[in-house]
């Protein structure tokens, strides 16, 4: 199921394009927003594959988003939904997929959302090419670690903290590019926290009712979310 991120001011052109999204298998609106700053907060938060992202919009407009969007998560999609068409150009220089002209059809938004499809299944098998890697600068080399050999991630303010070998190591990937990245790798246990599945030992619940994960050769304790809650117990049912 690929995950889409609806950005636009109208409410009313929202609802049609996710109207035209139901009507084709495959995908499913995770997220809207009404302009670019609450587009890229969204993208924070969860993995999206394709952005349907509007030019004109108050603050951040889509052109601003998109030059963000394609340095902080890459790995998504872009497909311009506008009613002007003065700027194809700048957008494919953001390496957009497809520019749609509003109001959007059925079969071009159905092709663009096939040549996305297209793209990202090309970048992850050039990742898988590459090697599951993550690199850090640790004293002035450059590691390059397995993440099968990560147990957790967590972030910290600007940076995301890996475990690695009893070392804690500090890395610019954001934890939603890193799920990206290696999709179906890292079980997302907190807002701020990615547990590798095979670290995992089992769930415990303190006084406060809080609920804490517990890791396999790792002292370390971290905290489960409400919402990430039924995930976690899921998994662990599994296994």
Known sequence: MNKILI?????????????????LEGYQVVAEAAHGEAALQQLAEQTVDIVLLDIRMPGMDGMQAAQKLKQEYPET???FTTAYADHALQAYEQQAVAYLLKPVRLQALAQALEQAQA?????????????????????????RIPVDEIPYLQASQKYVMLKYQGHEILIEDS???????????????????LVHPQAIQGLERDGTGKHWLLLRDVPDKL???????????????GN
């Not at 970048?123 to 090419?129: D, P």
């Not at 934890?175 to 926290?193: D, S, Y």
């Not at 905290?223 to 049912?237: C, I, Q, T, W």
Request: charged share 30%; hydrophobic share 45%.
């Open 77 to 79: 999609a872009i497909i």
């Open 175 to 193: 934890l939603v590019q890193i799920e990206q990245r290696f999709p179906g790798t890292f079980l997302r246990i907190h807002r701020n926290a």
């Open 119 to 143: 793209l990202n299944k090309g970048r992850r098998q050039l990742q898988q090419a590459q090697g599951q890697y993550l690199s850090a600068h640790v004293r002035g080399k450059l590691l």
């Open 7 to 23: 950005a636009d001011d109208e409410p009313l052109a929202r609802a049609r394009l996710r109207a035209l999204l139901e009507r």
């Open 223 to 237: 905290e489960v979310s409400r919402r990430n809650l039924p995930a976690v117990r899921l998994f662990l049912k």
